[in-house]
């Protein structure tokens, strides 16, 4: 099966997911994620904030906020010159971008990439060894 097919297979199947299922996997995500050597350890996590029908990163940025970690976001500048780093201190630091995703200002604390200890991103699709097929965006 082409990548794009798969893609979309596995969102359909992601989508239709009933709330209560959803809610048990997110449980579970939160769960070991939260037992993980490296979050434990780590000072800066760089995650995305959740959209839909995606796992939910906002219990995770909560519980990060309570632990002393620094959050940051990525901040989309474009497909050629990629993303940023971006500081939040609390979801004030946030307001509904494109498609309504929550994103924040340019003007927050930029957080070089030498200072991340753990990168959570979102995957559409993930292999047996870990390889990623994300969205299509690049």
């Known amino acids: 099966m082409e990548k794009k097919e798969l893609r979309k297979k596995i969102l359909v199947l992601r989508d239709d997911l009933k709330s209560d299922e ?7 995500i939160f769960s070991k994620l939260i037992k993980e050597k490296s979050f434990i350890d780590a ?3 760089f995650l995305f904030v959740s959209y839909k029908s995606e796992v939910d990163t906002h219990r995770i940025i909560r519980y990060c906020f309570e632990n ?3 959050v940051c976001i990525p ?7 990629g993303m940023k780093a971006l500081r939040i201190t609390s979801f004030e630091d946030l307001k509904e971008g494109y498609k309504g995703i929550l994103e924040c200002d340019d003007d927050l604390e930029e957080i070089s990439t030498c200072n991340i200890d753990l990168v959570i991103m979102p995957g ?3 292999d047996v060894n870990y390889g990623r097929i994300g969205y299509g965006g690049g």
């Open 43 to 45: 000072k800066v996590v």
């Open 68 to 70: 002393d970690k620094v």
């Open 75 to 81: 901040k989309v500048i474009n497909k050629k010159d």
């Open 22 to 28: 959803k809610e048990i996997m997110d449980d579970i």
């Open 124 to 126: 559409a699709v993930f």
